[in-house]
């Protein structure tokens, strides 16, 4: 099974994605985190792509289809995959069509979790997370037991860099603009499932699992 997780920053991709991945056996292909990763090594594509996220703006298509295509080879996505955080623009939906091609699958669903704007901003701009063991936190709804310091391995808490306000708007703009082109996409292509991302978290995850079936 290959599915897409479409939605817009702080809509709760990375957790739903996380806990879908382990039940159905798919690899969590995370493009924010994959980029961040590249980040933090210095590398090439790392140093390319990080002007473009500490903006909230899009890294260009090119770079991204590369990497991505890149990590739907590996052998731990041969079960199937799980794309968080990609496509989004239609060139990369266009592009991933070529490649979910080439490599002899398709996309079973496109599951497409909405959340009003307001609630983002909130929900965003209070997220702190640990660069160490990558816990997420939020500064009211999931506080951790000691302000500022990790529950899971002590390390100081830190906000990422795109989601200070000024950057979630820009993040919010750039994915209505960019990205919501892509819900119409997978409509037309009979794959599109929408799921209310305001619900409680397993709330959610039982959506999108029966969306889903049973696992293999
Ligand atoms: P995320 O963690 O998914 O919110 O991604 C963080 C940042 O990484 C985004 O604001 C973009 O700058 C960049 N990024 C992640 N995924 C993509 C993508 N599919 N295309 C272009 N840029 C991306």
């Known amino acids: 099974m290959n599915l897409i997780l479409l939605g817009p920053p702080g809509a709760g991709k990375g957790t739903q994605a996380a806990r879908i991945a382990r039940k159905f056996g ?19 594509l790392g140093r390319q792509a990080q002007s473009y996220m500490n903006a909230g703006t899009l890294v260009p298509d090119g770079l991204i289809l590369d990497m991505m295509a890149r990590h739907m080879e590996k052998p731990d996505a041969a079960r199937g995959f799980l794309l968080d955080g990609f496509p989004r623009t239609v060139a990369q939906a266009e592009g991933l069509d070529h490649k979910v091609e080439a ?61 200070r306000a000024e950057v979630v708007r820009t993040r919010l703009q750039t994915y209505h603009a960019q990205t919501g082109p892509l819900v119409a996409y997978y409509r037309g292509r009979g794959v599109l499932a929408d799921v209310n991302g305001s619900a409680a978290p397993d709330q959610v995850t039982a959506a999108i699992e029966a969306l889903c079936g049973s696992p293999a």
């Open 26 to 44: 798919l690899a969590h292909l995370s493009s924010g985190d994959i980029l961040r990763a590249e980040v933090r090594q210095n590398s090439d």
């Open 103 to 163: 490599l002899g699958r398709r996309i079973d669903t496109a599951i497409h979790m909405m959340v009003a704007d307001a609630e983002l901003e909130a929900r965003l701009t209070g997220r702190r997370s640990c660069p160490n063991c990558n816990a997420i936190f939020h500064v009211a709804s999931r506080p951790p037991k000691k302000e500022g310091v990790c529950d899971q391995c002590g390390a100081a808490l830190v906000q990422r860099p795109d989601d």
